[in-house]
């Protein structure tokens, strides 16, 4: 079975400084990677998600991630975060063969701070 | 606009008193799914859907059940409540062949006392 491991659940970073959110998954097969973001007291939106070809990837709001697949890694980069980035962030992954099933990370609560 | 609604968005009840969630949306999509939010737990699957008439057990479908019997619709009840189902809830609908992407409906904060 597949699993995912977010081991930072808080981060806490300055206004206009880089972050790097950490994701790593566990699967024997392979697998799509997505990254989510939760506003305070809304639903999940998909931020980016890599499927095949470029290891880096682009989503909105700036975001990109980078797979990698020899360190079984998924992490999420912004250059310079804004206050409006404060949210909580999943990274799920999901089989490639079949069924659409996500398997969640435990989340990181991104707090940007003036 | 396309959207996953779901009602209600808060909810306070009492232990063992029925209740029913429900999750409704506009895009057509086959495969709707149930997850709770805990602190510390991520999003964990109750139920899905690959179809109407077609449900299955996600990773914690204990105290749950479901159905669909349209495809814009499905319904999550809790036939007897208790204070460990206090939590987040969250449907989710999807394309079969839409590699997973999920699209989330604003969540309903349940409450059992």
């Known amino acids: 079975a597949q699993s995912v491991t977010q081991l930072d659940s808080q981060v806490p970073v300055f206004e206009e400084a880089p972050v790097e959110l950490r994701c790593n998954y566990s699967?024997?097969?392979?697998?799509?990677l997505f990254w989510y973001v939760q506003y305070p007291n809304q639903g999940l939106q998909l931020l980016l998600k890599?499927?095949?070809?470029?290891?880096l990837v682009k989503g909105i709001n700036g975001f990109e991630a980078e797979f990698n697949k020899s360190q079984t890694s998924f992490h999420l980069r912004k250059p310079s975060v804004h206050i409006s980035d404060t949210a909580e962030y999943f990274c799920?992954?999901?089989?490639?063969?079949?069924?659409?099933?996500?398997?969640f990370g435990t989340g990181t609560q991104l707090k940007v701070e003036l | 606009e396309a959207q996953v609604t779901q009602n209600p968005r808060y909810l306070i009840t009492v232990t063992g008193k029925k209740l029913t969630v429900t999750c409704s949306q506009n895009?057509?999509?086959?495969?709707m799914s149930w997850y709770r939010q805990d602190p510390g737990l991520g999003l964990r699957q109750i139920y899905y859907?690959?179809?109407?008439?077609?449900?299955d057990k996600g990773d914690v479908p204990e105290g749950y059940k479901v159905s669909r019997k349209e495809k814009r619709n499905f319904p999550l009840i809790l036939e007897s409540p208790s204070p460990n189902q206090t939590s987040l809830y969250f449907c989710?609908?999807?394309?079969?062949?839409?590699?997973?992407?999920?699209?989330f409906g604003p969540g309903t904060r349940l409450t059992v006392t």
């Open positions: 799920a992954v999901k089989l490639t063969g079949g069924g659409n099933k996500l398997t």
């Open positions: 895009m057509n999509h086959e495969y």
């Open positions: 859907s690959m179809n109407v008439e077609v449900t």
């Open positions: 890599y499927l095949s070809g470029s290891t």
């Open positions: 699967s024997s097969v392979s697998v799509y």
């Open positions: 989710a609908s999807s394309r079969p062949s839409g590699f997973g992407e999920q699209y």
